[in-house]
């Protein structure tokens, strides 16, 4: 089975935290996973947020990221509407710089899950390799190009060990 042009989407609560995900579509741009982005909010637009959810599917759209901060509402109001597997981004922002968002996002009712990342940039990096894993296992020639940048984080690793050794003799 073939993946869709843009099988995955990130719904964004505002447009500030588009800066979060360079580095997740900078990750799917170089695995050639098309990708959607939009900014429907759980609490301003709740109505097209449902709508987007409700038709994902249909649309072609394999996983849902929701990256929302403070009380990040809006992976679960995504996973509320759709079947497909949702991520939730929580962002740094606010007085509790996302730990609020952390718990909004991985702290769901039983039957609504939401796959929780860690807060930030990093986090935003992992929910696209981690949509792409979910897509890997219905694409053979993705899943070759995730377990060739899995290799190539690997390579890069023992070659800063290899520098780290020779450095302190060990």
Known sequence: MTTPARPIA?????????????????????????????????????????????????????????????????????????????????????????????LSTAMMPPGVPVAATGIGTAAARNAALFAARILALSDPALATKVDGARAAERDKTLAKDREVRARFGC
Request: glycine share 12%; charged share 20%.
């Open 10 to 102: 990130f719904l964004l609560g505002s447009d500030s935290d588009l800066p979060v995900l360079e580095s997740a579509f900078s990750t799917l741009r170089e695995l050639g996973v098309g990708f959607h982005v939009r900014i429907l909010s759980a609490h301003r637009t709740p109505d097209e947020a449902g709508e987007f959810a409700r038709n994902a599917k249909a649309n072609g759209v394999r996983v849902l990221i929701g990256v929302a901060g403070m009380a990040a509402h809006l992976a679960g109001a995504l996973a509320a509407h759709s079947p497909l597997p949702v991520i939730g981004v929580p962002v740094d922002s606010g007085p509790l710089r996302g730990e609020d968002a952390l």
